[in-house]
């Protein structure tokens, strides 16, 4: 077991894998901005103010093994601020790689990324996913900047000796989920139809459960040293597919409308809205061979229980 510092433990993914490591007897320490709505498990806290190059993190870095670095500017669906790329540059980039300077000084064993799979790009071809091995493409500021602290962060382990894991998620899902995931659950309850595209479309999705246990193998597992690994639910429905099987969860048969991308691209066009439409016509897949290979490990979940999971936690908390 080892002592961890981990970040942006009152975020979505960051609160389940605080929970996770305690249960796996790892000693942990949080640093936070500001306090979770949910429980968290017994640590010491280390509070900061803003990711930024600025935070001293001697202290919290005191004693620590292995840094799992979780907090991020993310899900940002309305841009507030003028300057986008730069906004993202200092709380991905400039932070991650400040932290990851301070950690090596102070001789921590290793530095667990998450970083996600837009670093690839935002769509693949039919039958050719990302692999370990595609040439990273990021396009929008968020992917650039991960991609941008993911360098930064190995630049600093190869100095001093640090280990380096890089993990790559497409979207995750899961109880709590907000964003898309969470409207289009509220959209299946309420009956409203759901557009599909009629082409043949498949995205990899991740489970927070799935990634969660694999972040988790990746604190202490040998094989993980300075790798990047990619991770999904390792089955890529097809939307209309993967909207049956919410429907089913959710109680209530998703409402499809098949839309001919032709459409659905010609109509976005005059709202200047191409590029989701784009997204939305396209797959976006991730092949997960080496991260099984290499680490012995499979997503514990399937979809379909993980689905499960996340309408349960949805209808607990769904107000009409
Ligand atoms: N969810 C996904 O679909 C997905 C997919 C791929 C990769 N990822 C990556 O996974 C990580 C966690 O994502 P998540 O879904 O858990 O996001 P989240 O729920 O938005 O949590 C983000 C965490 O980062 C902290 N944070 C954000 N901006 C900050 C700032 N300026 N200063 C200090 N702390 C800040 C948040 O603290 P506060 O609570 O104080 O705001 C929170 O703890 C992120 O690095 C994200 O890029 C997520």
């Given at each position: 077991?080892s002592t961890?510092?981990?970040?942006?433990?009152?975020?979505?993914?960051?609160?389940?894998?605080?929970?996770?490591?305690?249960?796996?007897?790892?000693?942990?320490?949080?640093?936070?901005?500001?306090?979770?709505?949910?429980?968290?498990?017994?640590?010491?806290?280390?509070?900061?103010?803003?990711?930024?190059?600025?935070?001293?993190?001697?202290?919290?870095?005191?004693?620590i093994e292995v840094v799992?670095?979780?907090?991020?500017?993310?899900?940002?669906?309305?841009?507030?601020?003028?300057?986008?790329?730069?906004?993202?540059?200092?709380?991905?980039?400039?932070?991650?790689?400040?932290?990851?300077?301070?950690a090596a000084?102070a001789r921590v064993r290793r530095f667990?990324?998450?970083?996600?799979?837009?670093?690839?790009?935002?769509?693949?071809?039919?039958?050719?996913?990302?692999?370990?091995?595609?040439?990273?493409?990021?396009?929008?500021?968020?992917?650039?900047?991960?991609?941008?602290?993911?360098?930064?962060?190995?630049?600093?382990g190869?100095?001093?000796g640090m280990e380096?894991?890089?993990?790559?998620?497409?979207?995750?899902?899961?109880?709590?989920?907000?964003?898309?995931?969470?409207?289009?659950?509220?959209?299946?309850?309420?009956?409203?139809?759901?557009?599909?595209?009629?082409?043949?479309?498949?995205?990899?999705?991740?489970?927070?459960?799935?990634?969660?246990?694999?972040?988790?193998?990746?604190v202490d597992?040998?094989?993980?040293a300075?790798?990047?690994?990619?991770?999904?639910?390792?089955?890529?429905?097809?939307?209309?597919?993967?909207?049956?099987?919410?429907?089913?969860?959710?109680?209530?048969?998703?409402?499809?409308?098949?839309?001919?991308?032709?459409?659905?691209?010609?109509?976005?066009?005059?709202?200047?809205?191409?590029?989701?439409?784009?997204?939305?016509?396209?797959?976006?897949?991730?092949?997960?061979?080496?991260?099984?290979?290499?680490?012995?490990?499979?997503?514990?979940?399937?979809?379909?229980?993980?689905?499960?999971?996340?309408?349960?936690?949805?209808?607990?908390?769904?107000?009409?």
């Amino acid at each position: 077991m080892s002592t961890v510092l981990l970040t942006g433990a009152s975020g979505f993914i960051g609160q389940a894998l605080a929970v996770r490591l305690a249960a796996d007897g790892h000693r942990l320490r949080l640093a936070l901005r500001s306090s979770p709505s949910g429980a968290l498990p017994d640590a010491s806290i280390f509070r900061f103010a803003d990711l930024d190059g600025n935070t001293d993190w001697e202290e919290a870095l005191d004693g620590i093994e292995v840094v799992v670095h979780c907090a991020g500017r993310a899900h940002v669906m309305k841009e507030t601020v003028d300057d986008p790329l730069g906004e993202f540059r200092r709380c991905n980039v400039d932070a991650s790689a400040h932290l990851a300077r301070q950690a090596a000084l102070a001789r921590v064993r290793r530095f667990v990324f998450v970083s996600t799979a837009k670093v690839w790009g935002e769509q693949t071809l039919p039958g050719q996913p990302f692999t370990v091995d595609t040439t990273p493409a990021p396009v929008d500021p968020y992917a650039i900047s991960k991609f941008e602290a993911e360098n930064a962060l190995v630049a600093s382990g190869a100095d001093k000796g640090m280990e380096t894991v890089i993990v790559r998620p497409p979207l995750v899902y899961g109880p709590g989920v907000r964003a898309n995931f969470l409207r289009l659950m509220q959209w299946i309850v309420r009956g409203r139809p759901v557009p599909v595209v009629d082409a043949d479309c498949r995205r990899s999705l991740v489970a927070r459960d799935n990634l969660v246990d694999l972040l988790a193998r990746c604190v202490d597992h040998p094989r993980a040293a300075n790798q990047i690994l990619p991770v999904s639910d390792g089955e890529d429905l097809p939307m209309p597919v993967l909207l049956r099987q919410l429907g089913e969860a959710l109680g209530k048969p998703a409402r499809m409308i098949p839309i001919p991308a032709w459409l659905l691209k010609s109509g976005a066009r005059l709202l200047g809205r191409q590029a989701m439409a784009e997204r939305l016509c396209a797959s976006l897949q991730v092949d997960i061979d080496h991260t099984r290979r290499l680490l012995d490990w499979s997503p514990p979940l399937s979809v379909n229980e993980a689905l499960a999971r996340t309408a349960t936690d949805f209808l607990a908390h769904y107000r009409a």
